[in-house]
C-alpha cells in the first residue's frame, strides 16, 4: 500500500503536516489537502460505484490523521449518497473535524449519517433557491448563488468564513477534480492499493494536456504502509502534533486479512452502554459494602440507594433492549477470531440476562424481607412478594451469589475491552467509544 504525497499549488517543498501551521498562518487562503483511494490501475470505486474499501487499514489510520489535522472534512453529496460515510475521526486519538456536504439541489437524505448529532459542525452548501426536505437539527446551511457548479473557490471563501481555514476534500472525484483543475489544492494524498479493478470510476480528471510538458508535475513523495508487506516493514510518517495528540508513527501491525475497519455501535446504544456501565460500577461495590457493615441509619440510607440504583438500572434495560432491537450491533470485528467473539458475545448476552434478573431478585428479597423498596425517596414501588422469610434467604441468596457472577462478568468484559484499546489498539473499544484512539 502506498500513500503517495504530493504537493501542488504553487509546487512548494515537500515536507511533513507541521509546514500546514506555518503556511496557515502566512498565507490568508486556506490550507487544501485532498485524497484519493485507488487502484493500481487509478479507480475509485468498481463499475457498480464499490469504493469500501479500496485500501487498507494503515491507509484508513493515514486518512483519519488526515481528518485529525483539519478543521472542515468536505465531500460531494455524491460520495454522501453512495457511502453514507462518517466522516469522523475513530482510528486515531483526535478531534473530529467539521463536516461540509457540497449539495447544490438539496438532494442529501437528511438522514445520512454524517449529518449524526456529535458535537461537531455539519454544513450543506447548496443554492440559495434550493428548496430542499428539513435537515437535521443543527446542521448549518451556506447558501451559494445560483451557478449550474459552483466556483471551488467561493465554496473555500464561504468555508474560512464560516471560520475553517484548514480542509480536507475527501472526495469524490467530480469534487476532487473542481478543486484540483481550480488549482486550490496544496496537498494530495494519494492511497494506492495494490488491487486491479479493470474497470471502474476514475479518481482524477482534468482538461486533458497535448503535451507531457503540459502536465501538471507535483512534487511526491511516497510512504510505503506496512500492510503491503505483511506487517514486517514499516513506512514511517512524521509524529507530529494534531490538535493536542500526536499522530502515530506507522509501526507494523499484525496483518488483517481484511480491509474493512470497525464500525462503531450507533451512538444512542454507546450513550446507554456508558451511562449504564457506570451504575452498573456503582451499584455492585455499593452493594458489597452496605451488607458488610453494621445494621444502622447508614446503612438503611445504603440499601435504599442501592435499590434505587438497581431500579433505575432494571428500567434502562428495558430502554436499551429497545434501542438494540432498533439499533443492530456493527458485525463481529473484522480479524477477531471466532471463538474468541463467541466468548465476548456470551459474556454481552449474560451481562443482558444480569441487568434484568438482578434488581428483579433484589425487589423481590427486599419485600420478602418486609421491607418496601422507595425509589430515591420519590415513590414506593408496589410489593410483589408477601414478607416470607424463607423466600427472603433464597432471593437474597441468588442475588449475592449472582452478584459475585456480576463482578466477575462485568471485571472481564471491561478488562477485555481495555485490552482492545490499550495493548491491543485494534479498533474494538471505538466500536463503543469512537473519540477514543482505537
Ligand atoms: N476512493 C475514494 O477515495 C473515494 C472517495 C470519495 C468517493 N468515492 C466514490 O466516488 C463515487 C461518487 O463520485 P461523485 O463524483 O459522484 O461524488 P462527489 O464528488 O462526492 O459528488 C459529486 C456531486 O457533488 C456536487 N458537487 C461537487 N462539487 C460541486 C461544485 N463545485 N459545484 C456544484 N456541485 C458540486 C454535485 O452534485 P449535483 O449532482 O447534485 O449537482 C456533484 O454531482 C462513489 O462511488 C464513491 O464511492 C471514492
Ligand atoms: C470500563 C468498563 C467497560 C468497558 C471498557 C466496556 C467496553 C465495551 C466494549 C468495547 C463493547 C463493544 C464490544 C464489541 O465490539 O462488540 C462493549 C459492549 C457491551 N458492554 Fe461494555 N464495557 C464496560 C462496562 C460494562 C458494564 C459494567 C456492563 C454491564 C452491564 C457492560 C455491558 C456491555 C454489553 C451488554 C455489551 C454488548 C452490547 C451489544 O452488543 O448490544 N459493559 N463494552
Same mark, same amino acid.
Given at each position: 500500500m502506498d500513500d503517495t504525497t504530493l504537493r501542488l499549488r504553487s509546487h512548494k517543498r515537500v515536507s511533513g503536516y507541521p509546514a500546514q501551521d506555518q503556511e496557515a498562518a502566512a498565507?490568508?487562503?486556506?490550507?487544501?489537502?485532498?485524497?484519493l483511494g485507488q487502484s493500481l490501475d487509478g479507480r475509485i470505486a468498481t463499475t457498480s460505484g464499490e469504493s469500501k474499501y479500496i485500501n487498507g487499514p494503515h491507509a484508513l489510520d493515514h486518512?483519519?490523521?488526515?481528518? !485529525?489535522?483539519?478543521? /472542515?472534512? *468536505?465531500? +460531494?453529496?455524491?460520495?454522501?449518497?453512495?457511502?453514507?460515510?462518517l466522516l469522523t475521526v475513530r482510528r486515531i486519538a483526535g478531534v473530529s473535524p467539521a463536516r461540509v456536504v457540497i449539495d447544490p439541489s438539496g438532494r442529501v437524505d437528511p438522514n445520512a449519517r454524517c449529518f449524526a448529532e456529535d458535537g461537531v459542525r455539519r454544513l450543506v452548501v447548496r443554492r440559495r433557491s434550493v428548496v430542499a426536505p428539513p435537515l437535521p437539527d443543527g446542521v448549518e446551511v451556506v447558501p451559494m448563488d445560483d451557478a449550474p457548479a459552483f466556483d471551488p473557490s467561493a465554496v473555500l471563501q464561504s468555508l474560512v468564513q464560516h471560520g475553517f481555514r484548514r480542509i480536507l476534500v475527501?472526495? #469524490?472525484?467530480?469534487?476532487?477534480?473542481?478543486?484540483?483543475?481550480?488549482?486550490?489544492?496544496?496537498?494530495?494524498?494519494?492511497?494506492?492499493?495494490?488491487?486491479?479493478?479493470?474497470?471502474?470510476? =476514475? +479518481?482524477?480528471?482534468?482538461? /486533458?494536456?497535448?503535451?507531457?510538458?503540459?502536465?501538471?508535475?507535483?512534487?511526491?513523495?511516497?510512504?510505503?504502509?506496512?500492510?503491503?508487506?505483511? #506487517?514486517?516493514?514499516?513506512g514511517r510518517a512524521p509524529a507530529v502534533p494534531v490538535r493536542g495528540t500526536r499522530l502515530r508513527q506507522w509501526r507494523p501491525i499484525p496483518p488483517m486479512n481484511s480491509t474493512?475497519?470497525?464500525?462503531?455501535?450507533?451512538?444512542? !446504544?454507546?450513550? =446507554? @452502554?456508558? %451511562?449504564?456501565?457506570?451504575? *452498573? =460500577?456503582?451499584?455492585?461495590?455499593? #452493594?458489597? !459494602?452496605?451488607?458488610?457493615?453494621?445494621? +444502622?441509619?447508614?446503612?438503611?440510607?445504603?440499601?435504599?440507594?442501592?435499590?434505587?440504583? #438497581?431500579?433505575?438500572i432494571l428500567c434502562l434495560a428495558v430502554i436499551r433492549v429497545l434501542i438494540r432491537i432498533l439499533n443492530p450491533p456493527p458485525a463481529p470485528p473484522e480479524g477477531m477470531p471466532k471463538a474468541l467473539w463467541i466468548v465476548a458475545n456470551s459474556v454481552h448476552y449474560a451481562l443482558y440476562v444480569l441487568i434484568f434478573v438482578m434488581p428483579v431478585l433484589g425487589w423481590l428479597a427486599s419485600n420478602a424481607f418486609g421491607s418496601a423498596v422507595s425509589i430515591f425517596g420519590l415513590f414506593t414501588l408496589p410489593n410483589i412478594v408477601a414478607k416470607n422469610d424463607a423466600l427472603a434467604d433464597l432471593f437474597g441468596d441468588w442475588h449475592a451469589r449472582l452478584g459475585f457472577v456480576m463482578t466477575a462478568?462485568? %471485571?472481564? @468484559?471491561?478488562?477485555? +475491552?481495555?485490552?482492545?484499546? *490499550?495493548?491491543?489498539?485494534?479498533?474494538?473499544?471505538?466500536?463503543?467509544?469512537?473519540?477514543?484512539?482505537?
Amino acid at each position: 500500500m502506498d500513500d503517495t504525497t504530493l504537493r501542488l499549488r504553487s509546487h512548494k517543498r515537500v515536507s511533513g503536516y507541521p509546514a500546514q501551521d506555518q503556511e496557515a498562518a502566512a498565507n490568508p487562503r486556506p490550507h487544501v489537502i485532498a485524497q484519493l483511494g485507488q487502484s493500481l490501475d487509478g479507480r475509485i470505486a468498481t463499475t457498480s460505484g464499490e469504493s469500501k474499501y479500496i485500501n487498507g487499514p494503515h491507509a484508513l489510520d493515514h486518512l483519519h490523521a488526515l481528518r !485529525a489535522s483539519v478543521d /472542515a472534512v *468536505v465531500v +460531494g453529496v455524491g460520495t454522501v449518497c453512495a457511502d453514507d460515510p462518517l466522516l469522523t475521526v475513530r482510528r486515531i486519538a483526535g478531534v473530529s473535524p467539521a463536516r461540509v456536504v457540497i449539495d447544490p439541489s438539496g438532494r442529501v437524505d437528511p438522514n445520512a449519517r454524517c449529518f449524526a448529532e456529535d458535537g461537531v459542525r455539519r454544513l450543506v452548501v447548496r443554492r440559495r433557491s434550493v428548496v430542499a426536505p428539513p435537515l437535521p437539527d443543527g446542521v448549518e446551511v451556506v447558501p451559494m448563488d445560483d451557478a449550474p457548479a459552483f466556483d471551488p473557490s467561493a465554496v473555500l471563501q464561504s468555508l474560512v468564513q464560516h471560520g475553517f481555514r484548514r480542509i480536507l476534500v475527501e472526495g #469524490g472525484p467530480t469534487t476532487l477534480s473542481a478543486f484540483l483543475e481550480a488549482d486550490l489544492v496544496d496537498q494530495l494524498h494519494v492511497f494506492v492499493s495494490p488491487v486491479i479493478l479493470g474497470a471502474g470510476r =476514475i +479518481g482524477l480528471s482534468r482538461k /486533458a494536456c497535448d503535451t507531457l510538458a503540459h502536465a501538471l508535475r507535483p512534487k511526491a513523495q511516497v510512504h510505503v504502509f506496512a500492510d503491503s508487506c505483511s #506487517g514486517a516493514i514499516c513506512g514511517r510518517a512524521p509524529a507530529v502534533p494534531v490538535r493536542g495528540t500526536r499522530l502515530r508513527q506507522w509501526r507494523p501491525i499484525p496483518p488483517m486479512n481484511s480491509t474493512s475497519h470497525p464500525e462503531p455501535y450507533a451512538p444512542p !446504544a454507546r450513550r =446507554i @452502554h456508558w %451511562i449504564m456501565a457506570a451504575l *452498573v =460500577i456503582l451499584v455492585i461495590p455499593l #452493594g458489597f !459494602a452496605m451488607m458488610n457493615m453494621d445494621s +444502622g441509619p447508614t446503612q438503611d440510607r445504603l440499601f435504599d440507594l442501592h435499590r434505587s440504583i #438497581g431500579f433505575t438500572i432494571l428500567c434502562l434495560a428495558v430502554i436499551r433492549v429497545l434501542i438494540r432491537i432498533l439499533n443492530p450491533p456493527p458485525a463481529p470485528p473484522e480479524g477477531m477470531p471466532k471463538a474468541l467473539w463467541i466468548v465476548a458475545n456470551s459474556v454481552h448476552y449474560a451481562l443482558y440476562v444480569l441487568i434484568f434478573v438482578m434488581p428483579v431478585l433484589g425487589w423481590l428479597a427486599s419485600n420478602a424481607f418486609g421491607s418496601a423498596v422507595s425509589i430515591f425517596g420519590l415513590f414506593t414501588l408496589p410489593n410483589i412478594v408477601a414478607k416470607n422469610d424463607a423466600l427472603a434467604d433464597l432471593f437474597g441468596d441468588w442475588h449475592a451469589r449472582l452478584g459475585f457472577v456480576m463482578t466477575a462478568l462485568v %471485571i472481564m @468484559h471491561a478488562g477485555a +475491552g481495555l485490552w482492545h484499546g *490499550v495493548i491491543l489498539r485494534d479498533g474494538v473499544l471505538s466500536r463503543m467509544w469512537p473519540g477514543l484512539s482505537r
